[in-house]
């Protein structure tokens, strides 16, 4: 379970999120709406701690994410997924390129491993063919799909 | 107190660099890559700015010398001596700021924008490590770099002089191997050393923590160009004071 408790967020004195009381249970599916503007990808990235909170707690299982290590967080972050507002595709490697990277950085596949992988993920997003494209030359629903 | 946070975060990021390593597979790939970037684009250049520099140098030198007591082996004397001491290595690490040091901010500061950081983190990958560190090593070997410039630069030097009647090509031989202190040589590279790795990490730096959009892009570039060439001509003074004056 995923617990937050008061967290508060603000940029150049001004506040975005304040104070925020949310619980987020295993197997459920969980929906965050709101405005444009009004913190919904920030809420997220405190969540995943690429920001710093100013005040509050997430809690992952019992522990807080604040008192975690660096390490630990990796670790954690290895569970985690998360589509960016801009696809965060990497701009000097193919579409293909992109799917195999994690790939590559934590698992002991070959590359003709990797890239079978890449092309069966690339058939179920109806994107065959495009292996060899780079990012900026698919649009932009078309990076959501890869990344 | 805003320049001394700076420093702070400038040492922390440092620190970072060298914390969680990346695969070794994928970091010498990277390094390759750096190398082939940040290096070997840079020689055309470089090479080409020293020919011209080498030369206008020895011109300089020739045309100022007026008494006939002053022997025109001094050209070949002035052109080494200005290439080796300052030209090759301070002056293409300016050069370099702006090349190179533009380069890596807005490359690192374009994946900030874009978020592609945030997705390196979120993959429980040390972001530092994977974008800083190559360019770290890649820029240790920013010396053979400066060997080639001290070469053509003399070369240019030659050309010019002995090419132009201005000196023969004995009196310009006997200038450069006059009075030459192997020391001097050492003290150019370890000078380019200490640039290379001001080179690698300033520019990231800027790039790293800038924050906004494409126009802060911009931005971080010229403020980057900017304090690598201010360190790099304090960085200079300081070195030469340490390895030439005791």
């Known amino acids: 379970m995923i617990e937050i408790k008061n967290l508060r967020k603000g940029f150049n004195g001004e506040a975005v999120l304040k104070g925020i009381d949310a619980k987020f249970e295993q197997g459920k599916t969980n929906m965050i709406i709101g405005a444009s503007g009004s913190g919904k990808s920030v809420f997220l990235k405190n969540m995943l701690g690429l920001f710093e909170p100013d005040k509050g707690e997430i809690i992952y299982s019992g522990e807080s994410l604040l008192d975690m290590d660096i390490d630990r967080k990796s670790d954690l972050r290895k569970e985690m997924g998360m589509l960016f507002q801009h696809s965060a595709l990497f701009d000097s490697m193919t579409v293909e390129e992109n799917i195999m990277f994690p790939l590559r950085m934590f698992s002991r596949m070959k590359l003709a491993e990797r890239r079978e992988r890449a092309n069966e993920i690339l058939e179920r997003v109806n994107l065959v063919n495009l292996n060899k494209k780079m990012p900026s030359e698919i649009s932009g629903g078309q990076q959501k799909r890869v990344a | 107190m805003r320049f001394l946070r700076h420093i702070g975060k400038y040492m922390m990021m440092l620190i970072g660099v060298f914390k969680r390593p990346t695969k070794t597979s994928v970091l010498r790939e990277l390094v390759l890559k750096e190398i082939d970037d940040l290096i070997i684009g840079s020689i055309g250049i470089t090479a080409f700015i020293s020919l011209f520099m080498g030369a206008v140098v020895a011109l ?41 040091g533009s380069y890596i ?14 997705a390196l983190e979120v993959m429980g990958i040390n972001p530092l490590n994977y974008l800083i560190y190559p360019k770290i090593i890649a820029l240790l070997f920013y010396p053979f770099l400066i060997a080639i410039i001290m070469f ?29 202190i192997p020391w001097h040589i050492a003290y150019a590279f370890i000078k380019t050393m200490v640039f290379g790795i001001l080179l690698a990490t300033i520019p990231s730096y800027h790039g790293y923590y800038m924050e906004g959009g494409a126009l802060e892009v911009g931005k971080a570039s010229t403020t980057s160009f900017v304090w690598t060439c201010v360190a790099i001509i304090v960085a200079n003074y300081i070195l030469t004071q340490i390895l030439l004056t005791t």
């Open chain 2, 60 to 100: 300089q030198t020739a045309l100022n010398l007026d008494n006939p007591l002053i022997p025109k082996s001094l050209i070949g004397f002035a052109t080494r001596q200005s290439i080796i001491l300052e030209f090759a290595p301070t002056f293409i690490s300016v050069i370099m700021a702006g090349k190179v």
């Open chain 2, 152 to 180: 053509v630069g003399i070369f240019g030097g030659f050309l010019a002089s002995v090419y132009g009647n201005l000196v023969s090509l004995e009196d310009f031989v006997v200038g450069l191997q006059d009075s030459f």
């Open chain 2, 105 to 118: 901010t807005s490359s690192i500061g374009t994946m900030r924008v874009t978020e592609q950081i945030d």
